[in-house]
């Protein structure tokens, strides 16, 4: 019988929930926005099965995770999230980490933190801004990213994302994975862990914008390089990061890197694309020293 458990963990100034499933080195899984940590769902069976531990944590703010007391969704602490689970699981050994779109940014934070706490990482959906933060700048890029404008005031921002039972998180998964019918059932569990606590949600909007975030230690994280071996995927049909925003990234890896741009598939391309990535995933797993 596979050993499934739900932990909860005090992590900073939140607490956050956490599913705990399978028996061997561990893999922490990060998601993104509008999402949920059922976005794993493709990836937790098979990769049990390989031999793994997946820990699957609620990312602060999405319940069953509670918000952040002091308002806290910069990237140093988002990566800290990460390392806490670790720690908390295998306090002596290095960890595999995963992390898809915010959950990437978590990871690469994570892994710049904690390098020596980290056998490896995989990051979905969003590179790597060491290299292709000019790149969000392009026209198309900025027009697909709007969005994010919306949410930076706080009062609209949550009024816009709430307004007729969230369906902007509806158009979103619509707009960014064009060629998947996310199921409606999907979307209301996504519905269920945002719908508690909007604010704190779009938070991270606000923290990655904000001059006190960008010009501290928690901000520069994200410009360090990886220093533990890496595998970046990308779908070629994101609507919501270009592709080509994906490419040449080794300037910002200091170890084995590996990226790969998957063709039939958008922003989710986990679920999209399940049996390519798993396949890619246990294959760069093994590889890790």
């Not at 992590?11 to 705990?20: E, I, M, N, P, Q």
């Not at 699957?56 to 069953?64: D, E, F, I, L, N």
């Not at 290299?131 to 900025?142: D, G, K, N, S, Y």
Request: proline residues 8%; glycine residues 8%; hydrophobic residues 45%.
């Amino acid at each position: 019988m596979i050993s499934t458990r739900t932990l909860e963990l005090r992590s900073g100034d939140a607490t956050l929930s956490c599913l705990v499933v399978g028996e061997g080195p561990l893999v922490v899984c990060a998601h993104g926005f509008p999402d949920c940590e059922r976005t794993f769902r493709e990836q937790v069976p098979v990769l049990v099965r390989a031999g793994y531990t997946l820990a699957v944590p609620s990312m602060r703010g999405y319940a069953p995770s509670t918000p952040s007391a002091e308002g806290r969704y910069d990237p140093r602490t988002l990566g800290r999230d990460l390392l806490n689970i670790a720690a908390a699981l295998r306090p002596h050994e290095r960890v595999f980490l995963i992390g898809h779109d915010w959950g990437a940014v978590a990871t690469y934070a994570a892994a710049a933190m904690g390098a020596d706490r980290v056998r490896g990482i995989v990051t979905l959906a969003v590179p790597h801004l060491r290299v292709a933060a000019p790149r969000f700048l392009r026209p198309a890029q900025l027009r697909r990213s709007a969005y994010m404008g919306l949410f930076q005031p706080r009062k609209s921002g949550v009024a816009r994302l709430l307004k007729d039972d969230l369906a902007l998180i509806d158009e979103l998964w619509r707009a960014w994975s064009p060629g998947y019918a996310c199921p409606k059932a999907e979307l209301e569990k996504i519905k269920a862990a945002v719908r508690p606590h909007p604010d704190a949600v779009l938070g991270y909007y606000r923290a990655l914008r904000s001059p006190r975030v960008l010009a501290s230690r928690a901000g520069h994280i994200l410009f360090e390089p990886v220093r533990v071996p890496a595998l970046y995927l990308h779908g070629a049909d994101d609507g919501c990061v270009g592709a080509e925003l994906a490419r040449a990234l080794e300037p910002a890896y200091r170890a084995a890197f590996e990226c790969a741009i998957l063709d039939d598939c958008g922003h989710f391309l986990h679920i999209e694309r399940p049996d390519e990535v798993n396949r890619r995933l246990c294959a760069f797993f093994a590889s890790c020293p």
